[in-house]
């Protein structure tokens, strides 16, 4: 008992550790994914964006986010305005 | 009846492969099916010496594929069973003395006259890796609860999902329940949830396995033990058995209580 109250005092269980880590690393040697490709998957959802509304271009960031138990694409867009109808696909 | 070609592979080495499928072999056996083992890692013969046929052979893998044998010629009789064989790994020869189409064909060959043909799969994930996941339909990765095990299988099972081959099933192999009583190991739960396939089986860690790897006589031949039943379970679900899986309660109700009072 006494022991168990020492451990209790001390740290976190190992295995508990050794799960939230693995957590993490798994999720990242998933979302392996190269600058080049990246860059792709931006230009793209800026092509897509820009059919609806007019977009600072230079500003315009992709990035991945790693939660505790989640992984965010986040994006930041600065709208300049939006357009009344959709653009065509190809102005 | 058509058969079933399984790979055993875990990405690191160590973990148990050559000993999941001497043990899963043997008891398929057991049950009556024709199985043939195939030590897919060339240049470092193993299979052999866990099946305690060592002595008996002549010919290799890479024999039968350059055609210096007849594939029966390489096969080497169980010494207990009459229905499981074992076809070696080439000793000295390097993993691209054989390509994957070249497996391929032999594996086809071999599920003729065959209902379970198991390779094992070399530590890795280059050549000797595509050698033998090329001719399988089904993959056993194993795993330990450690975590640079359980980073490899994560790889492994990305790499077979990209060869298109899609029927993967997980065996957490040397669970230590001292260990996971302390909270000092990753239970089955936590690792099947990282790794996010299905569970085949757990097997104890025990000192049974070494012993009978000294003996060169598969654990499943062992009656009362731990470790062997663990693998008879984990054949006969292979077979389409429903065993339910063996959960982590091997720790008893004190560790339980205790797991739940530290959780």
Known sequence: MFRAIQRFFRERNSGKVAHQRMQVVLMHDRLDITPDVMEALKNDILGVLSRYMDIDQESMSVDLEQGKDYTALISNVHIKRVYRRPMTANP | ?263
Request: glycine share 8%; with cysteine.
């Open chain 2, 1 to 263: 009846m058509a058969g079933k070609s399984i790979v055993v592979t875990s990405g690191k080495g160590g973990v148990g492969k050559t000993t999941t499928v001497a043990n899963i072999g043997t008891a398929l056996a057991k049950k009556g099916f024709r199985v043939v083992l195939v030590d897919a890692d060339i240049g470092l013969r193993n299979l052999d010496v866990v099946m305690g046929v060592e002595n008996r052979i002549v010919y290799n893998v890479v024999d039968i594929i350059e055609g210096n044998c007849r594939m029966e010629q390489a096969m080497i009789r169980d010494r207990k069973l009459t229905n499981l064989y074992l076809i070696p790994a080439a000793q000295t020869r390097e993993k691209d003395a054989v390509n994957p189409e070249q497996m391929k064909d032999l594996c086809a060959q071999l599920l003729e006259s065959f209902d379970y043909v198991i390779m094992d799969c070399p530590a890795g994930i280059e050549r000797g890796f595509k050698n033998a996941i090329a001719g399988a339909d089904t993959a056993i990765v194993v795993t330990t609860p450690e975590v640079s095990a359980i980073r490899d299988a994560d790889r492994v099972i990305g790499l077979l999902e990209s060869n298109l081959l899609t029927n993967i099933h997980l065996i957490v192999n040397r669970m230590n329940y001292r260990m996971l009583r302390k909270g000092d190991q990753m239970s089955t739960e936590d690792i099947v949830g990282l790794l996010s396939v299905p569970l085949l089986g757990v097997v104890p860690e025990s000192e049974e396995v070494l012993v009978s790897t000294n003996r060169g006589v598969p654990l499943v031949h062992n009656r009362g033990s731990h470790a062997g039943t663990a693998f008879q379970n984990i054949a006969a679900r292979l077979d389409g058995e429903n065993i339910p899986i063996e959960s982590d309660n091997h720790a008893g109700l004190m560790g339980k209580i205790k797991r739940f009072i530290w959780s």
